[in-house]
């Protein structure tokens, strides 16, 4: 008996997703301080984030993926866990994953093992998910993130890290508001192939946090590894969150489960943040437990203690050899890899725009393909200055996304060829915009169609000149003391024909007529 | 006219396609005598006697046609632990009541591709726990062999159903399955041929599972050369089971007959047990004289990590069955017990659908798994595991071509045994020659080789090496030949 008890205490527990030791690799930033009543706090903030793999087919069948389709249709009999099934791995799964690996510059290991965590829930069939524990197929990594922009337009490069990815089978869906007295199930997600991408306790500010979601989400999309759509369920996050004194060690952390919006974390991070800090400066201390966030009361509330905490018994799936490929197969994917955010902000930078303009194109894939789109055979400033002012800007407003734009790339381009052809001034070019988003339609067939070309005849614009200098001597000798009241004359002028003399004419004009 | 049920599958094969017997003929007579047995074998827990001759009648007139399969026509029963669809599948156990699979297991499929009949699913010990096939929800099987004064006897297990079945002749062959010695412990109880071919030969897919990384399925047979030709169909490589053999089935028909002189015999030092009674020495002693014999040569060896084969298997065997048991929630097919809760609702239905033994496992099973208990159980299997595979590898590699084991520490006992049911470790006994073979992965056969002095039928194990299963259809018909067969008289 004593022999056991003995062997009981060299056993070491294996603990889910903190199987290395924590360290902190950053360095205290009084921006990034939490408002506390005796002094400021700093939250330490780690994030587990499922990312639902983009495949036809689930991670250990051959049912459909598709979303929104009719309840229980897409369900193989592996993925119902009828008697004597078995999984078989779907290699499409598998190269998404090694690609994703790539794209956060992570190890990727050859050989990597499903393990089983076993534990009973209505919408998990097996009675077990079937995930990678011990040995997950992705190691190590890095998210570089911007944070910003703040109020001078800069932003804080802060480098995040990744603890690992692993691959695992998503869950059913219980239905509980389907009958007075009974739940129902449906099985279409379950064996959907999820990435769980773990960080590093490497975020301090809800900021961060979001803009590491957003940078992940944007890798995932350039990569094709996951749709992003997190009101679709395809991203949700778990968020570990603790607080401490700026410099102490880390504090006792609380995990806020499936929270699915980037605003609905920051909200869960805040409540969360304030919630913890009030227990310590009231005297009290923090018991480490998964709480549920609720957005509609817009806080969380405690799900289970660490005490109640599930005994997964995790082990190696008897049924699934260990998963192992060869460096050839690493290379094949990374020769598939696209040009990542990272890589096109920096090009972006060299071909002119600013870190603004190239941060915010290359935020979201859709931005920074409609952004190349137009500036193809046209200025890259120019393209950048209409499609984050004017486009996204007008989106925004409509609560629209760019897949959805009124206007697109050859519309947009259009406009910007006017303006450089001298046809249009730019600011009649802001009401053809508005026009093409309006009512759509070829953007020079409008300028033709409605007048609205700049009057380039100089004649015209002297005629009109002449009028008004003769009619506003004493205006012609207060521009002759002071040469910057010529602007009144170029508002006369572009009031008289209408706003459509040609800006840089009347201003030639009128500086050699007034001088005479 | 003979009686029809006494041809092995070898002889039926050969007067069907001789057109001497049909195979409505043949199925007739075997779903005649298996209904009329049941009351008081209990082999079956089911009959499919409709199906059984639309198959058979399918089968008469591909071979009147001079036409079928390698098993055209030939009745077989087929454990409840294979899916079979439409058809009673519930791994004997009351938790899978009224299931019918909409699908078909790779292994029947392949044997009714082949054209085999079947007649009916075979009794079992529940989801293949258990080594005397009383733990079925069922009833216990009743083994062919009766013992001294008419006592009962048990026809051991899992594949109690199987070993009975084919025993009595109320089938031609039976599947079988061993994830410990389920198919040879029964055939050596019954006189009965059984193989467990090495792990991934044949299919998983559609087999209920025991223990994953364990369970195989093979044949019981009446002799060898039966053995063979199941094993041969029910084999194949299967995309829908990872852990599956890409390798082509080699006919092991063609190994019977084949000389093994100079094959060199291994007999392992360690399975000579304390209190091993002395018939099962005796019986070991008479099969080396039966290789020596034959010309074959007799190899002392050593497999030094044997004595802890049973204690790890039957930490890894529960611990998988504990997860692989898990579906089994009364949520989407078989019983279901209601409650207030979620959680009530699975107690109740588990409480209520699983047997002792099965909860028992899965105890065995969940505690292994627990945090904190994990490294020191089911890790340390794991290693353990390695050794038992290691040590095989090392006398292969010394050139040891096949070993030789006594297949059981005993010959058939008592149904309701009151030792056995007093203390589980001395039923998991049993399985102590048996279980190495399961945690190496390896080929092992089971041939009647001789009776106990109670007359009860004993058998000797031949261990092969990975994918050989050739070489003990080998050298398994060279005992056959020097110690024949064993038929029970019919008292039922």
Same mark, same amino acid.
């Given at each position: 008996m004593l022999d056991v008890l003995a062997t009981e205490q060299e056993i070491t527990v294996p603990m889910e997703a903190s199987m290395t030791e924590l360290v902190d690799v950053r360095t205290p930033n009084p921006k990034n301080f939490f408002p506390g009543e005796d002094h400021e706090w700093e939250l330490v903030i780690g994030l587990e984030v499922h990312a639902q793999v983009?495949? %036809?087919?689930?991670l250990f069948s051959g049912a459909s993926t598709a979303?929104?389709?009719?309840?229980?249709? %897409? +369900?193989?009999l592996v993925d119902a866990a009828m008697p004597g099934m078995l999984p078989v791995i779907n290699e499409v799964c598998v190269r998404q994953a090694v690609k994703t690996g790539l794209g956060m510059n992570a190890v990727i290991n050859k050989r990597s093992v499903f393990d089983r965590k076993n534990y009973f829930y209505p919408d998990l069939p097996q009675g077990y998910q079937i995930s990678q524990l011990y040995h997950p197929i992705v190691g190590e990594g890095t998210i570089t993130v911007q944070v910003g922009p703040d109020k001078a337009g800069k932003f804080e490069t802060v480098e995040i890290g990744v603890e690992r990815l692993h691959l695992e089978q998503d869950a059913g869906k219980s239905m509980h508001d389907q009958h007075p007295t009974m739940s129902f199930v449906d099985l279409n997600r379950s064996g959907v192939a999820l990435m769980e991408i773990v960080s590093k306790p490497d975020i301090r500010s809800i900021d961060e946090a979001k803009a590491y979601v957003t940078k992940l989400r944007s890798i995932l999309r350039y990569l094709g590894t996951c749709d992003g759509n997190m009101d679709q369920g395809s991203m949700r996050a778990d968020v570990n969150v603790s607080v401490r004194k700026p410099g102490d060690d880390f504090g006792t952390r609380c995990e806020i489960k499936n929270v699915n919006s980037i605003r609905f974390m920051g909200q869960a991070i805040e409540y969360e943040a304030k919630r913890q800090i009030d227990i310590l400066e009231d005297g009290g201390s923090i018991d480490q437990e998964t709480r549920l966030f609720d957005p509609v009361k817009v806080e969380t509330r405690s799900m289970r203690s660490k005490e109640e905490a599930h005994d997964y018994r995790y082990f190696p799936d008897p049924d699934l050899l260990p998963l192992e490929f060869d460096d050839a197969f690493i290379e094949e994917i990374r020769a598939e890899l696209p040009e990542l955010p990272d890589q096109k902000r920096t090009r972006f930078m060299e071909e002119g725009l600013s870190e603004y303009d190239a941060s915010i194109l290359v935020s979201d894939k859709s931005y920074a393909d409609y952004f190349e789109q137009v500036a193809e055979g046209r200025d890259s400033k120019t393209t950048a200055n209409w499609v984050i002012n004017d486009l996204l800007g007008a989106l925004n407003k409509a609560s629209k996304d760019l897949d959805n734009s009124p206007v697109s790339p050859t519309q947009l381009g259009g406009i910007i060829d006017l303006i450089k052809a001298d046809t249009i001034s730019g600011k009649i070019a802001k009401d053809l915009f508005e026009i093409v988003w309006n009512e759509g339609g070829d953007p020079a067939k409008i300028v033709e169609d409605r007048g609205m070309a700049q009057v380039t005849d100089t004649g015209a614009i002297e005629a009109a000149i002449d009028e008004i200098i003769a009619a506003n001597p004493d205006k012609v000798a207060e521009v002759r003391e002071k040469p910057k009241m010529i602007g009144w004359f170029v508002g006369q002028v572009m009031a008289a024909t209408g706003g459509k003399a040609n800006p840089k004419a009347v201003n030639e004009l009128l500086q050699k007529k007034i001088a005479e | 006219m003979t009686d029809l049920t006494s041809l092995t599958i070898s002889q039926a094969r050969e007067k069907l396609r001789a057109k001497e017997i049909t195979s409505t003929e043949l199925t007739g007579a075997y779903l005649e005598a298996a209904n009329a047995a049941n009351n008081t $074998? %209990?082999?079956? +827990?089911?009959?499919t006697d409709e199906l059984a001759l639309e198959q058979a009648k399918t089968s008469d007139a591909k071979l009147a046609q001079g036409e079928g399969g390698d098993l055209e026509g030939i009745p077989l029963g087929i454990k409840d632990l294979f899916a079979t669809k439409s058809v009673h599948t519930q791994?004997?156990?009351?938790? $899978? *009541?009224?299931f019918e699979p909409r699908y078909e297991s790779t292994v029947t499929q392949n044997l009714f591709d082949d054209g085999a009949v079947m007649i009916g699913k075979l009794n079992m010990d529940e989801f293949a726990m258990g080594s005397s096939n009383e733990t079925s929800y069922y009833g216990a099987v009743t083994n062919p062999w009766l013992g001294k004064d008419g006592t009962k006897l048990v026809p051991g297990g899992s594949s109690g159903g199987s070993a009975s079945a084919v025993a009595a002749q109320l089938c031609a062959g039976a599947t079988a399955t061993d994830t410990g010695g389920s198919i040879r412990q029964p055939a050596a109880f019954t006189g009965t041929v059984g193989i467990k071919p090495t792990?991934? @030969?044949?299919? @998983?897919?559609g087999t209920v599972a025991f223990a994953s990384s364990l369970d195989q399925a093979g044949p019981i047979a009446r002799d060898v050369r039966d053995a063979a030709i199941m094993l041969k169909s029910m084999a194949s490589p299967d995309a829908k089971d990872t852990t599956c053999a890409d390798l082509p089935v080699p006919d092991y028909e063609a190994s019977i007959g084949k000389s093994v002189k100079g094959m060199k015999i291994g007999i392992p030092k360690?399975? @000579? $047990? *304390?209190?091993?009674?002395p018939e099962i020495e005796q019986l070991w002693q008479k099969g080396v004289e039966m290789m020596k014999d034959a010309g074959a040569e007799i190899v002392d060896i050593s497999l030094p990590h044997t004595k802890y084969a049973l204690p790890a298997y039957y930490i890894v065997a529960p611990a998988e069955a504990s997860s692989n048991l898990a579906r089994y929630d009364g949520v989407k097919y078989g019983l279901r017990v209601d409650g207030n809760t979620i959680d009530e609702m699975y107690e109740n239905t588990r409480a209520a659908g699983f047997g002792e033994e099965v909860k028992r496992r899965i105890m065995i099973g969940t505690y292994v798994l627990s945090a904190g208990f994990y490294d020191a159980y089911y890790i340390r299997a794991q290693k353990v595991r390695t050794l038992i595979k290691q040590d095989f590898e090392n006398v292969f590699a010394q050139g040891i071509d096949t070993i030789l084991t006594p297949a059981t520490p005993s010959a058939a006992f008592a149904i309701g045994d009151k030792e056995m049911a007093a203390d589980p470790v001395k039923m998991y006994l049993n399985d102590v020659f048996t279980v190495t073979v399961n945690m190496a992965g390896l080929p092992g056969i089971s041939v009647p080789a001789g009776l106990s002095n109670d007359g009860l039928p004993l058998g000797l194990q031949l261990i092969g090496k990975p994918f050989e299963e050739g070489t003990l259809f080998q050298a398994g018909a060279i005992i056959e030949q020097a110690a024949g067969t064993f038929t029970p008289k019919k008292w039922w």
């Open positions: 983009t495949s %036809n087919a689930k979303f929104g389709s009719e309840q229980n249709s %897409n +369900v193989s | $074998l %209990n082999a079956y +827990v089911t009959m791994a004997c156990s009351h938790i $899978l *009541d009224g792990y991934g @030969r044949c299919s @998983r897919w360690e399975y @000579r $047990l *304390d209190g091993m009674p």
